[in-house]
């Protein structure tokens, strides 16, 4: 490998799989193998839902044994959750997965002391009933000394130093994202002590160097410098947009979709919180402006109900159905909970007047339409609330992989989709790394290295978006 060309090793952790990808980066260049994939598969113990965090942890080991010899390693992760951890620094039980029962009806509590207007005014956050100010009031916290979030907590183990990683930091609704730092009179009002978080990093910060029995375990020879990147994956998945200039939208797919803008400032108008739009923090002092979507995990459940069918057909048959014959709100909490997915769209319909779908292609349309209508929705809203207009709409992560979502999307949005890169999350999170090894300049820098160097695919809207417009009517119930 020449000299010019450096690798790094981006830990990549969704919610239903894990990945440890090597990035090869040089002047002109920018390579992602995938070293090692695993499954993330929580637990349901009598006490609740929990993340198996040691199959995580043991995961990234076996990656970075076999990503080999790297520069740099940096680690993303969803975000919301944390571990706890005694005085000693040992884990105090599993951590607990946001889509656990324990914070229903906790948000109700906390907006008796911050109402929920104020609290948007303060954090700029949006209402999820799993962010972790409702997780951290719903918590006993027996016996916790500190908090660390998924990837602070791996960090740690890997490098035994710990921090709380900032574009992470802003989901925990406890961050003040005018100033980037704690908004401690939050806090203070809900009995929330802030000196159980580590002090807080930078993307590009160093985190530390990879321990003796990591390198032993790893066969790496040291020194191998862990560095802090955008830690909530879709931070670094936003990175990794290979946009030009500023008028310009993104939906992050996979799980959940992830829609909106990057902005120079946050919208904390009360108009934006009604909609449900979040500011959470990015790389440079920007700001991702977005909404949350339910995304392809309503696919995803469905296909698992139907016994794992093959992907590939199903989608070519949902392509044969009528359009927008049935829709669903994509943002509806009724899908949250994994369980009866077919079942719960088709309830959905029938309650809403609307035909329901009974095969797995007519329930796949109509879940494609829906995510489509609702990204439609959320960018139109995103460019009116912050008053920022886009010419392209910029679709990453796995959602890429489907041509008719991305296709659907264009149409329902009336706007080009340009599709991909697929792993955008690591290639965010290689890219930090390299940028602060000295390999890669700003953001546009790093985003035209991108667009020179990943496979990217352009989508047209086709025919009128009236029809659209119709469907998201029929949904309000207009």
């Not at 499954?39 to 044994?65: C, T």
């Amino acid at each position: 490998m020449s000299a010019s060309v450096k690798s790094y090793a981006a830990v990549d952790l969704g919610a239903s799989s894990g990945r440890v990808m090597v990035g090869r980066v040089g002047p002109d260049s920018l390579e992602l193998s995938e070293a090692h994939r695993f499954v993330n598969r929580p637990v349901r113990v009598p006490e609740g839902l929990r993340w198996d965090i040691l199959s995580l942890y043991g995961g990234v080991l076996d990656g970075l044994r076999t990503a080999g010899q790297v520069d740099s390693v940096g680690i993303d992760s969803w975000a919301v959750d944390y571990g706890l951890l005694d005085a000693d620094g040992a884990l105090l039980g599993n951590p607990v997965h946001y889509r656990d029962s324990r914070t229903e009806g906790v948000a109700q509590k906390v907006w008796a002391t911050v109402p929920a207007p104020e609290l948007y005014a303060a954090t700029g956050l949006q209402y999820a009933p799993f962010n972790t100010l409702y997780q951290l009031v719903a918590d006993r916290l027996t016996g916790a000394q500190r908090l660390l979030l998924i990837p602070d907590l791996l960090t740690y183990w890997l490098t035994g130093e710990q921090g709380t990683e900032l574009t992470n930091a802003s989901t925990t609704q406890l961050i003040d994202p005018r100033t980037r730092g704690w908004s401690y009179d939050i806090a203070s009002r809900l009995g929330i002590d802030l000196g159980l978080f580590a002090p807080l990093r930078q993307p590009g910060d160093p985190a530390g160097l990879l321990r003796p029995e990591v390198l032993e375990e790893t066969g790496l020879e040291g020194p191998v410098p862990v560095t802090a990147v955008g830690s909530h994956d879709t931070a670094s998945a936003v990175a990794a947009v290979p946009a030009s200039g500023e008028r310009f939208a993104y939906i992050c797919t996979g799980t959940w979709s992830l829609a909106g803008l990057e902005l120079d400032a946050p919208v904390l108008t009360e108009e934006s919180r009604a909609a449900n739009f979040t500011n959470e923090l990015g790389l440079d002092g920007t700001v991702r402006y977005l909404r949350n979507i339910m995304g392809l995990w309503l696919l995803q459940e469905c296909v698992r109900a139907w016994g794992d069918p093959d992907l590939g057909e199903l989608l070519a048959e949902a392509a044969t159905v009528p359009a927008l014959r049935s829709v669903v709100d994509a943002s509806d909490p009724v899908f949250l909970p994994p369980g009866r997915m077919p079942e719960r769209i088709a309830e959905a319909c029938r309650a809403s007047g609307q035909p329901v779908p009974v095969s797995p292609a007519e329930v796949t349309r109509c879940i494609l339409d829906s995510l489509a209508l609702a990204h439609r929705k959320a960018v139109e809203e995103a460019q009116r609330l912050a008053d920022h207009p886009v010419d392209v709409v910029h679709v990453v992560g796995g959602g890429t992989r489907n041509a008719l979502l991305c296709q659907l999307t264009a149409d329902a949005c009336g706007l080009p989709v340009v599709a991909g890169p697929t792993e955008a999350a690591a290639l965010g999170n290689v890219l930090v790394q390299a940028r602060a090894h000295g390999l890669v300049g700003d953001l546009p820098g790093g985003r035209e290295l991108l667009t020179r160097t990943q496979p990217l695919a352009r989508y047209e809207p086709q025919g009128d978006t009236a029809r659209w417009r119709e469907a998201q009517a029929r949904l309000a119930g207009v």
